[in-house]
């Protein structure tokens, strides 16, 4: 993972990111994964370029990063002219693939977003129907939480194997 490459492009895009926080928040949940979790670029062949990023801790600030069966998604972020179905799925499966890969211990997914963010709503919609998946509201931001193994077995309904790698 090319650490530069990874801050370079999200600074780049803060402003696209969507975080309902002031800058130095923003930072903040961008750099963590760097030393408490794993982070990704996600790169296009076509052109050849960072499309994409996601970062995620282990563990959560709360308890001194000691609970790493939780995984918090702290960054998740494809420009807009390459969002499509396609491209999230796959970089859906390559999150997964990464966190087994780094921390067999997970169990659950989370992350918190502005309770307002209709695009992303419609994108996690499509997991309230799996089991454990839930949504709650805390001063105007949604948490969203979700168990691991739904998550994966989710993925794996589309059949490109992938995530079984």
């Known amino acids: 993972m090319d650490y530069e490459a990874y801050m370079k492009f999200l600074l780049q895009h803060h402003d696209q990111l969507k975080l309902p926080y002031p ?10 994964p760097l030393e408490f979790g794993k982070a ?9 370029e960072f499309v994409g990023a996601v970062g ?5 600030g709360a308890n001194d990063y000691e609970d790493r069966h939780i995984c918090q998604i702290e960054i998740a972020f494809i420009r807009e002219q390459f969002r499509r179905t396609s491209l999230f799925l796959r970089g859906l499966e390559a999150l997964i693939r990464m966190i087994k890969a780094s921390n067999s211990d997970v169990e659950q997914i989370q992350f918190w977003a502005s309770a307002d963010n209709e695009e992303l709503e419609r994108l996690v919609s499509r997991w309230s129907s799996l089991p454990g998946y839930s949504r709650s509201i805390v001063n105007n931001l949604a948490f969203y939480t979700i168990p691991f193994a739904e998550l994966e077995a989710y993925c794996g309904r589309f059949g490109s194997g992938i995530s079984k790698e």
């Not at 800058?23 to 963590?32: H, P, Q, T």
């Not at 670029?41 to 052109?47: A, G, M, R, Y």
């Not at 995620?56 to 959560?60: D, E, L, S």
Request: no cysteine; net charge negative.
């Open 56 to 60: 995620v801790v282990y563990g959560t």
């Open 40 to 48: 990704m670029l996600i790169l296009s062949e076509e052109p050849y």
């Open 23 to 32: 800058f130095a928040m923003k930072l903040s949940f961008m750099s963590s």
